[in-house]
């Protein structure tokens, strides 16, 4: 295809890359730098790391207080829950305080045994707390505080389906953004551009896939080690039942969130939601170096 | 629901928790205002920070009744207006030309985020017609226009609030007003150092919706279109870099020191992007603060933003980095006894990054020998004995202290004569740039209105 431009930005403690379609350089340039602008404006609303964002401050909400949020961070977080709801709590964005447990006991500052029970502490203060997003108005209220919110496993996702809207805007019709390559945004006008293709690849398989209007993300033990953070005991010893996952959906919020949550569930689960999710197109997973590939009505 | 099955179900909230819910809770109110008691405010200028306050800043404000919009692209006052009016359910008007807005509207306060250059006399015209004024950095390109605003502000009694943010940021505010100055931790501060480094200045166009009728545009101040998308690049209608990026920082040098700089060296050249403005600059600022001499380093550059963006300050018992991203902490120097600086601990202040003492265990354990412990750095942790917490991003935080000062429930946090001070030393910047590097002393008279 004629007329491509691609562009790089780092942020979200990652980089994002944008490939536009059939624009005039000058045009992409323009609106892949709106898109970038927009990305930074959203991680200063969502990151726990930025002492002014909206979550820093949700996170220091102390009993009976509340909180105005942007209408972003309202947004995310009413997907956040939905996602936690209809994933069986595999998907859980109030584990923040777990977060920066670990990273203690990588830093040395909390032994074994006081990481363990650092962990324990923080998942009985997370069952105690009692945190409401007000469906009527960008507002938090902190009914119990002992919850820490942490948006890194939606927030990337969030933040391209933001961008999707904005290139609707610019009426840019075709593009691709990655995320950290951990999740895919496809946009395509199939007058233009029918399908891009893509590669899929385990230990032993690889699959080829032609994909169109569409967001794929992914979930592994190659980068992350063996032992993972299951929400649901608040610990880090979860042993996965796949090598990788990867989930496609309507939008990329869900396939962000969701490719983090079917690590965890079990492969019944993965096909009830497979087949009920409507977000959720279809899910692929590696075992023992072998791939397969799930699909809506496919699955008995 | 009923009373007792309300008192019931937040007692099981309690004991149990929720987690995270979708409701509104029963014994938590936001308490909004009535109408009457709301300030009507207009924002001109729909581009990216006019933007900001409407979509961020104002429906966090429950004292702001946004009531029009204005800009001089359709495309952008029409989108601001629609995307509003839908997001809030409201009913904000959206205008092109200021004058027929303020004639059609009845305001109490009116917000500006446009080019530089427009700055002076709209500001003024508003004050002059009774309508508080809440302005954009920096208050214009040149000084004698900084003047006339801040006159303007004396003159007519009415409020001008000038948009450097950090000076409502609740961070920066306690840092100033506890740490430094009612706990002097940092002893005397001798060095204060800053730098905002950006990857590039990037060239913003038209989106392909944006109908211009240049005829209509050179009524406005503009020549060319890219002027009207890329105004920071031309001297005759911004800052440049020093007043749109220095400005911010080199006021919290001012600020924190308690002084303002006798004594301005600097050098910049537009030699990476060629623009009218220089995109790369340092300078060095001499003080004389209440405790003695002080150095200020300050630079931009514009082609690299991997360094970041932060405000340093170096004191003879302690130091700190402070930014609005995620360079923040604060460092004892050696000789400060650990014990000596305890009792901001105590005091619930600060908190030490490197113990994690909740989840530390009483007992000796394995405390003595294990993996090498992280550099002990400290961070500031609970905000209290400080006059006002806004507990808001501080672009919020700003206009939220300009409307409540409209009510007359707060004062200003950084009024246009405040302001004005540093813009002197903004433009003695400009003046040693475009002198090809020069040293300009500052009469301290310089400094007053």
């Known amino acids: ?74 947004e995310a977080l009413k997907i956040a829950i939905a996602c936690h709801t209809e994933s069986h709590g595999t998907f859980d964005v109030g584990v923040a305080e777990h977060m920066k447990i670990f990273r203690a006991g990588k830093e040395g500052i909390l032994n074994e045994y006081e990481t363990h029970k650092a962990l324990e502490k923080a998942q009985a203060m997370k069952k105690q707390a009692s945190i409401y997003v007000d469906p009527e108005q960008p507002r938090v ?97 979860f042993k996965p039942n796949f090598e990788r996952v990867w989930v496609a959906a309507k939008n990329a919020t869900y396939s962000d969130a969701f490719s983090t949550a079917c690590f965890i569930l079990s492969l019944p689960e993965i096909e009830e939601i497979v087949q009920t999710n409507e977000q959720i197109e279809w899910v692929a997973y590696a075992i023992d170096g072998k791939l397969t590939i799930l699909r809506k009505n496919q699955l008995s | 629901m009923e009373k007792s099955n309300r008192r019931d179900f937040i007692k099981k909230s309690s004991l149990f928790g929720t987690g995270l819910l979708l409701a509104s809770p029963f014994n938590i109110t936001a308490n909004p205002l009535k109408a009457a008691d709301k300030v009507n405010i207009a924002i001109v200028g729909c581009g990216g920070r006019g933007s900001g306050m409407i979509f961020s800043n104002i429906p966090k404000i429950p004292s702001a009744n946004l009531v029009a919009v204005c800009d001089i692209v359709e495309s952008r006052r029409e989108r601001a207006k629609e995307r509003y009016n839908a997001q809030y359910d409201a009913n904000v008007n959206a205008y092109e030309d200021f004058y027929e807005m303020i004639e059609k509207e009845n305001l109490d306060a009116v917000a500006f985020a446009t080019p530089d250059f427009w700055h002076m006399q709209h500001s003024v015209d508003a004050l002059n017609a009774g309508i508080h004024v809440y302005c954009e950095k920096a208050m214009s390109n040149n000084i004698e226009d900084a003047k006339k605003m801040a006159l303007a502000m004396k003159s007519t009694g009415n409020l001008l609030q000038i948009g450097r943010q950090r000076r409502s940021n609740d961070r920066y505010r306690f840092t100033h007003q506890i740490l430094l100055e009612q706990e002097q931790m940092m002893g005397r501060l001798t060095h204060a150092m800053g730098q905002w480094n950006r990857s590039k200045i990037h060239l913003l166009q038209p989106n392909k919706n944006d109908n211009l009728d240049m005829k209509q545009l050179k009524k406005y101040g503009f020549d060319t279109v890219d002027q009207v998308y890329n105004w920071r690049n031309y001297k005759k209608l911004g800052g440049g870099v020093v007043s749109d990026l220095g400005s911010h920082q080199i006021d919290i040098f001012n600020w924190f020191l308690g002084a303002y700089p006798h004594t301005v060296y600097a050098t910049g050249n537009n030699s990476y992007f060629g623009f009218e403005q220089a995109d790369t600059m340092a300078t060095i600022l001499e003080y004389d603060t209440p405790k003695g001499p002080a150095i200020g380093i300050y630079e931009n550059v514009s082609n690299s933003r991997a360094i970041g963006v932060y405000e340093r300050f170096i004191g003879d018992e302690g130091s700190m980095n402070i930014s609005e991203s995620t360079e923040n902490k604060i460092f004892r120097e050696a000789s400060v006894p650990e014990e000596k600086w305890k009792k901001f601990e105590d005091k619930g202040y600060i908190a030490n990054l490197a113990n994690m003492k909740e989840y530390k265990e009483k007992e000796l354990g394995d405390s003595g020998i294990k993996e090498t412990a992280p550099q002990i750095s400290y961070d500031i942790k609970d905000m209290s004995g400080m006059d006002k917490v806004y507990n808001l991003q501080a672009h919020t935080a700003h206009l939220y202290n300009f409307v409540e000062s409209v009510r007359g429930e707060e004062k200003l946090n950084y009024d246009a004569i405040e302001s004005y001070k540093s813009e002197v030393c903004i433009y003695k910047i400009h003046e040693a740039i475009n002198a090809g590097g020069a040293r300009i002393k500052i009469d301290p008279k310089e400094y007053e209105i």
């Not at chain 1, 980089?15 to 602008?37: D, G």
């Not at chain 1, 820490?148 to 593009?175: N, P, R, S, W």
């Not at chain 1, 994909?211 to 649901?232: C, E, K, M, W, Y």
């Open chain 1, 1 to 74: 295809m004629e007329n491509t431009s691609a562009f790089e930005h780092q942020a979200m403690a990652t980089y994002f890359k944008l490939t536009i379609y059939n624009e005039t350089a000058e045009y992409a340039e323009n609106a892949a730098q709106q898109a970038f602008n927009l990305i930074d404006e959203l991680e200063d609303k969502l990151s726990r790391f930025r002492p002014d964002s909206d979550i820093s401050r949700i996170n220091k909400l102390k009993k009976d207080e509340h909180l105005p949020i942007d209408f972003e961070t309202w």
């Open chain 1, 141 to 237: 209220y902190c009914v119990n505080p002992g919850m820490y919110f942490d948006l890194g496993g939606i927030g990337k996702g969030y933040a391209l389906d933001k961008v999707d809207e904005l290139m609707q805007e610019l009426e840019i019709k075709t593009f691709t953004f990655s995320a950290g390559d951990s999740t895919l945004m496809i946009k395509n006008d199939v007058s233009v551009k029918p399908y891009f293709t893509y590669q899929i690849t385990a230990k032993l398989d690889k699959h080829r896939l032609d994909l169109g209007n569409i967001s794929v993300s992914a979930s592994g033990t190659f980068h992350q080690g063996s032992h993972i953070f299951d929400p649901r005991t608040g610990q880090n010893d």
